[in-house]
T-cell receptor, first 109, second 114 residues
Framework: GEDVEQSLFLSVREGDSSVINCTYTDSSSTYLYWYKQEPGAGLQLLTYIFSNMDMKQDQRLTVLLNKKDKHLSLRIADTQTGDSAIYFCADDSGYALNFGKGTSLLVTP | DAEITQSPRHKITETGRQVTLACHQTWNHNNMFWYRQDLGHGLRLIHYSYGVQDTNKGEVSDGYSVSRSNTEDLPLTLESAASSQTSVYFC?????????????FGPGTRLLVL
């Protein structure tokens, strides 16, 4: 599939905000997704945004979409140690999801 | 509760052996997917199925095969295991092909090929 790019690592202090960035190339994507993977587990859908929206908020999570630049971000407010995980951005290529390589988020006390 | 399970959770095998990884879902989902996860590559699609008797190749299908004889199961077979197939394998399912349809993931199978 076409490339979905993410930074590989992010470290933040507990209580700070985390921002994970993603760029995608498939302009035909209808939805863009954020999945979370905790150690030793499968992926869980965290949130998604429809491509005609530019922002979606869900409790501590805020997704921003800049469709012109094909840039997606996930902001986690008041980051907790339980938020430490790998976060995957994905677009839909029409038949399956196309994942980025994942961003490892480390939250330090 | 509906769920998606994979077995075995861990497997060690030798080069050249045939290996089958099981995936079973009780969501009654039409679509099922197999991915492999490797450091530096993220998740890559191996095969997928939109329903019984339907199978399709994904991005990295060489050396793998699947069959879909019922709605609940999509076993993944490594015809002749190679060390390059050492990976973590994830099965996923979803109800429809519609965009926005959540994919539910299994817990993964860690495969080591010696």
């Amino acid at each position: 599939g076409e490339d979905v790019e993410q930074s590989l690592f992010l470290s933040v202090r507990e209580g700070d905000s985390s921002v994970i960035n993603c760029t995608y190339t498939d302009s035909s994507s209808t939805y863009l997704y954020w999945y979370k993977q905790e150690p030793g587990a499968g992926l869980q859908l965290l949130t998604y945004i429809f491509s005609n929206m530019d922002m979606k908020q869900d409790q501590r999570l805020t997704v921003l979409l800049n469709k012109k630049d094909k840039h997606l971000s996930l902001r986690i407010a008041d980051t907790q140690t339980g938020d430490s995980a790998i976060y995957f951005c994905a677009d839909d290529s029409g038949y399956a999801l196309n994942f980025g390589k994942g961003t490892s988020l480390l939250v330090t006390p | 509760d509906a769920e998606i399970t994979q077995s075995p959770r861990h497997k060690i095998t030798e080069t050249g052996r045939q290996v089958t990884l099981a995936c079973h879902q009780t969501w009654n989902h039409n679509n099922m997917f197999w991915y492999r996860q490797d450091l530096g590559h993220g998740l890559r699609l191996i095969h997928y199925s939109y329903g019984v008797q339907d199978t399709n190749k994904g991005e990295v299908s060489d050396g793998y095969s699947v069959s879909r004889s019922n709605t609940e199961d999509l076993p993944l077979t490594l015809e002749s295991a190679a060390s390059s197939q050492t990976s973590v394998y994830f099965c996923a399912s979803s109800m429809t092909r519609d965009s926005g349809e959540t994919q539910y993931f299994g817990p993964g199978t860690r495969l080591l090929v010696l």
